[in-house]
C-alpha cells in the first residue's frame, strides 16, 4: 500500500519525497541549536536600563509645536515621534530616499527635518511652528519626550525574560550541554539555576 502526503494540496507519494540523511539532519539541528543559543544569549545580556539612557540623551534635531503644544521630535539618531500630528508617511519616504542614496548622519537628519516640515506645514498651515535646534545647543530626546508625554511617575521595571521563557532557557540549556558538552550561558548571570 502506497502512502500519500500532500504539497500545495497534491498528494504525492511518500516513497517519492526527498530523505534527510542523518548527517544533514544533525548539521542543522546544531546549525539551529548554536542560532537559538545566540539569541537567549543577547535576551539575558539586554540592558533595558542602559538602552533607555542611551536614548534618553539623544539629541534632538527639530521640534514641531501645534499651537504652542510639543507634538513631534526628530532625533539625530532616534527618528521621527509624533502625538496628535500626521506628517502622511513624509518620515518613511526619507527614510526610503536615504536608504536608496546612501544618506545619512547630519545630512540625513537635515533632509528629513526638511521633508517633514513641509509636509507639516502643508497639512497644518500656520499653526504648526518649526524649531531647527543648533548642534551645538540641542536638548536632548528624554527633556523633549517628558515635555510631549509627560515624565514617567516611576521608573519602569527592567524587562527581563517571563516565567515561559525563563522555563523554556533552562530546558534549553540541557539540550544544549547534551549535545555539545558546554554550558551555553557561560559566563553571563542568568536568572535560574543550571
Known sequence: MTEYALQNGVPISLADMPRVQGGQYDKMAEEMLQRERDFL??????DSEAQLAWQNAQPIHTAFRLNGE???TIG???GFTGTKISDGGA???AVAFA???GLSGAAFADYASEKVSQALKERYGAIIEVEVFDPANRPTSGEMHAEMFGAP???AEPAG???NELAWMKVFAQLY???FGQDPFAGLEVPFET
Open 70 to 72: 510639543l507634538v513631534g
Open 161 to 163: 525574560p517571563d516565567e
Open 41 to 46: 544569549r543577547r535576551k539575558l545580556e539586554y
Open 99 to 101: 536608504e536608496q542614496t
Open 177 to 179: 550541554a547534551q549535545k
Open 153 to 155: 511617575s516611576a521608573p
Open 91 to 93: 518620515f518613511q519616504r
Open 76 to 78: 539625530v539618531n532616534t
